[in-house]
């Protein structure tokens, strides 16, 4: 957890004497949490509001497949209240906290209000949980360190609408800051993070027991011979690697490993976004080289970077030696996207190693230069699809309540971020996403009935509905296409299906799909 100083008062030199090679022991975390607390109200009340403008500067929060949650919380609604044939809620208890959170809330308040406020704690738990955790790696609140999480906390994963994923994260970046710098029972309060970060996503789960584990031996284990126990974990990243493919089909980015070492989540909306992106690399590089020199000869400062880097190393093996996409047997849908998604944890490691640096006004200064430049672009691009959201609202509203409506819109050219999920929020409340992939992976809680009116359930028919190959039925009438129908890939149209064509017959199709 944050501390509010760097360490206890100085220790006699009696007690120095005894202790040469022991570094100072911190203050208990939860102490020092309630001190940061106490200490800093204006500064945390200050830096959250800012923190949380990218979530209220347009109409709707663009953030991919946040879009398909909400949506799907309206027809969880509709299931509840029994006007959602073919359609039910499953048992499970993970990969969900963010909808329920959602569907409750927006029982009590709408939908709309409810999204924004579920994200914004989504946002608040991730960014102070990433800050939590740089602080305890620092021994002190690093708050030169600040833009260079902001932008991370609205990255890749998060412009991507993995939600329940970055949920968990956030949780798992607390418990690990109470597991660095925790005390005796305070260590134990991480099992009450652990349900919820279960609930929230499995691959939270394992990032809190796997390092947690790793620092609490590492607690134990003398440094001289800790190189032994990064060289098991890194055995086990690689014996997991082989297990995996050689039980599961697996499928692997086409992307170099090495574009994805935590900077990468900066690349979102198109080839500009390599500005920040080799900009904060850039400066990483420099700040860390000119820390080395600078404090040189000084004691233990080899030993204040060696943990963080050892948890970025074996961030980055894990990322780089595990598949993108693992077909489980028990799910239509393969998980994919795994690689891209966990660099959230490289970066927040790699923010690690800048929080042990000594605090200089250029830190901050290098750091905010980048960080507005992301976010200058971030407005813009996602100001773009806001735009064509409200479009999509204005057709839907033209037609029949229950109408069945298809999509097929494609990312912007260099985008990493899709943006086809607009349409299924533009339905809420009037029309119905035909090819809303969510029930059909049989990985969230709303499940579909073969020959339901609402929503296709089979993932392939749904795969086939949003990439434009789908041969409509007369069954599946009356039902409308929205498209891009100009080279801007912004602008929109809409028109009604026939039986017997093909849904992307018109409209924009990339070369390479």
């Known amino acids: 957890m944050p501390s509010a100083t760097e360490d206890h008062p100085p220790i006699s030199t009696g007690q120095q004497q005894q202790r040469p090679a022991r570094q100072r022991p911190a203050a208990p975390a939860l102490a020092s ?6 200490d800093y109200p204006v500064r945390i009340l200050a830096t959250s509001a800012a923190v949380l403008t990218p979530c209220f500067w347009h109409r709707h929060i663009e953030a991919g497949d946040l879009a398909s949650h909400t949506y799907n919380a309206w027809l969880a609604e509709l299931i509840g209240r ?5 359609l039910h809620l499953a048992r499970q208890w993970n990969n969900i906290l963010f909808d329920v959170t959602l569907s409750s809330l927006g029982n009590l308040v709408g939908l709309r209000v409810a999204e924004k406020v579920t994200v914004a704690t989504a946002v608040l738990i991730f960014f102070w949980g990433a800050f939590a955790l740089i602080s305890a790696a620092a021994r002190r609140p690093s708050w030169f360190v600040l833009p260079c999480l902001a932008i991370f906390a609205y990255g890749w994963t998060f412009e991507m609408g993995f939600l329940n994923f970055y949920l968990a994260l956030g949780l798992s970046f607390f418990g690990l800051a109470l597991l660095w710098r925790g005390h ?7 099992a009450a993070l652990a349900p919820l970060t279960w609930m929230a996503h499995p ?3 394992a990032l809190l027991l796997g390092v947690g584990a790793y620092l609490v031996v590492s607690r134990i284990v003398p440094a001289r011979f800790q190189a032994y126990m990064t060289a098991g974990a890194a055995m086990l990243l690689l014996a997991s690697r082989f297990y995996i493919t050689a039980h599961y089909p697996v499928r692997w980015s086409l992307t170099p490993a090495i574009f994805f070492n ?3 989540q900066l690349w979102l909306y198109g080839a ?17 080289l000119a820390d080395l020199m600078s404090r040189r000869g000084t004691p233990g400062l080899l030993a204040s970077y060696s943990l963080p ?15 993108s996409g693992i077909h489980l047997p028990q799910y239509p849908a393969p998980l994919n996207l795994l690689t891209e998604r966990l660099t959230s944890i490289c970066a927040v490691f790699a923010c690690c190693l800048l929080g042990v640096m000594k605090p200089r006004k250029r830190h901050l200064l290098g750091l905010s230069v980048v960080a507005a430049t992301f976010f200058v672009f971030l407005y813009q691009d996602t100001g773009k699809v806001d735009r064509m959201e409200t479009d999509v609202e204005r057709y839907v509203s033209t037609l029949p309540p229950g109408q069945r409506v298809a999509s097929t819109i494609w990312t912007f050219l260099g985008s990493r971020v899709f943006i086809m999920h607009i349409v299924d929020r533009a339905c809420i409340g009037h029309a119905f996403s035909y090819s809303n992939y969510e029930p059909s992976t049989q990985q969230f809680r709303v499940r579909a009935a073969p020959g339901n009116p609402i929503v296709v359930a089979n993932f392939a028919t749904a795969d086939t509905l949003q990439t434009g190959r789908y041969v409509v039925r007369p069954q599946d009438l009356p039902m409308a296409q929205i498209y891009q129908c100009d080279l801007s890939l912004t602008r929109l149209c809409m028109r009604q299906l026939t039986a017997g064509e093909v ?11």
């Open 33 to 38: 949490a309630a001190r940061f607390l106490k």
């Open 82 to 86: 029994g006007q959602a044939p073919g």
């Open 184 to 190: 005796g029972w305070e260590r134990a309060l991480v």
């Open 203 to 205: 691959l939270g789960m």
């Open 262 to 264: 935590g900077a990468d």
């Open 272 to 288: 500009r976004y390599q500005i920040p992106l080799f900009s904060l690399l850039a400066l990483f590089a420099v700040f860390l």
């Open 309 to 323: 880097l050892q948890l970025y190393g074996l961030s980055l093996l894990a990322v780089w030696s595990l598949p």
């Open 503 to 513: 849904n992307g017959r018109y409209g924009v199709q990339p070369v390479i799909r």
